[in-house]
């Protein structure tokens, strides 16, 4: 555990140093700002629910440009050899990195707190769909960051990663929207599948053991096949 906690604290501050994790946060803070304003002055709605629904397309894009440097970049310049001279395991860099990034995540929602806050000083606000809502949020980007380390993992190109890892989470936002195209005898399968189907169940405020088991196999399974790629580049 201690090895995990020293790339953790390695892959925060190189995210901090260079301008990539104030660069992704603006423009998620800018893009969620928008959705939730245009909400509220536009059409009058005193909620979160445009914030939530459109969450899981805006991670689909966010989350791959946040993860597409974590092995790639190494792997590119290097530095990934000297990384494995020290006493680390694949377990432990795997793990360490996806903390750092799914902590990056957290750190991006915080100042979206800040809405809910707005809201309850003009009116009523619900707020057991609001904690669902960030739970599901981190939950999710948990997930797509699972799903980002693995796509830089496979390759040394930072652009191949994020297009690799934009393609697999914005499938699995949108497969449960699109079942007219496969046979109804698999309906039920791809259905679950959805990401933005169990985000959507968490956010409305119903915490289902099926939706945290689903989130918690996609992390497993990045995971995992992130450290079957990494092993086969030995």
């Not at 830089?152 to 079942?179: H, W, Y």
């Not at 007219?180 to 933005?196: E, H, K, N, Q, V």
């Amino acid at each position: 555990m201690k090895q995990v906690v020293h790339i953790l604290n390695k892959e925060l501050k190189d995210y901090f140093i260079s301008p990539i994790a104030y660069i992704v946060i603006a423009i998620f803070l800018l893009v969620t700002g928008w959705f939730f304003f245009t909400t509220f002055f536009l059409y009058n709605q005193a909620d979160l629910r445009n914030f939530f629904n459109l969450l899981p397309i805006t991670f689909s894009f966010v989350i791959p440009a946040i993860t597409m440097r974590l092995f790639s970049e190494e792997l590119g310049i290097g530095s990934y050899e000297i990384l494995r001279t020290l006493p680390v395991t694949f377990r432990d860099i795997v793990i360490g990195k996806f903390l750092a990034g799914v902590l990056l995540i957290a750190a991006a929602l915080i100042p979206t707190l800040s809405y809910p806050v707005f809201i309850a000083f003009l009116g009523q606000l619900d707020w057991g769909p609001v904690a669902g809502g960030y739970l599901g949020a981190v939950l999710l980007g948990a997930a797509f960051t699972a799903v980002g380390l693995f796509a830089s993992s496979l390759t040394r190109n930072q652009i191949i990663a994020f297009i690799v890892g934009a393609i697999i989470c914005f499938s699995l936002t949108l497969v449960d929207q699109m079942l007219f195209f496969f046979p109804r005898s698999t309906l039920g399968l791809i259905g679950y599948l959805g990401a933005d189907f169990h985000f959507k169940n968490i956010a409305r405020g119903v915490i289902d053991s099926r939706d945290i088991l689903y989130f918690f196999s996609i992390i497993f399974i990045g995971l995992y096949c992130a450290n079957l790629a990494l092993r086969e580049k030995e």
